[in-house]
Nanobody, 118 residues
Framework: QVQLVESGGGLVQPGGSLRLSCAAS????????MGWYRQAPGKQRELVAD???????NYVDSVKGRFTISRDNARNTMFLQMNSLKPEDTAVYYC????????????WGQGTQVTVSS
């Protein structure tokens, strides 16, 4: 099973930027659809953005134009560049890998806290 480790979270003022990273173990990173999800206190986990193995991207409406998802298959790493951050972006952000390598893969990282506050 693939293991995922997020980094890059922290405290930032409204309007600021952060870059999250997700490092994956294993040999099959390039075939997974990789995604960033977030969960704010008292709310359900939601998809923020994902990127397929072919490079197609998808964003939730609330982050379009502010966040950019990318992947570096040579480094088994996915990124989320977050600009113009708002207090409502405050949440724990989770990395996810989905795919099928013989068996179905649906793996999660441990999460990284993003807090947007003045």
């Amino acid at each position: 099973q693939v293991q995922l480790v997020e980094s890059g979270g922290g405290l930032v003022q409204p309007g600021g930027s952060l870059r999250l990273s997700c490092a994956a173990s294993g040999r099959f990173f390039s075939v997974y659809t990789m995604g960033w999800y977030r969960q704010a206190p008292g709310k359900q986990r939601e998809l923020v953005a994902d990127v397929t193995s072919g490079g197609s991207t998808n964003y939730v409406d609330s982050v379009k134009g502010r966040f950019t998802i990318s992947r570096d298959n040579a480094r088994n790493t996915m990124f989320l560049q977050m600009n113009s951050l708002k207090p409502e972006d405050t949440a724990v952000y989770y990395c996810n890998a989905k795919g099928r390598i013989g068996v179905r893969v649906d793996a999660w990282g441990q999460g990284t806290q993003v807090t947007v506050s003045s």
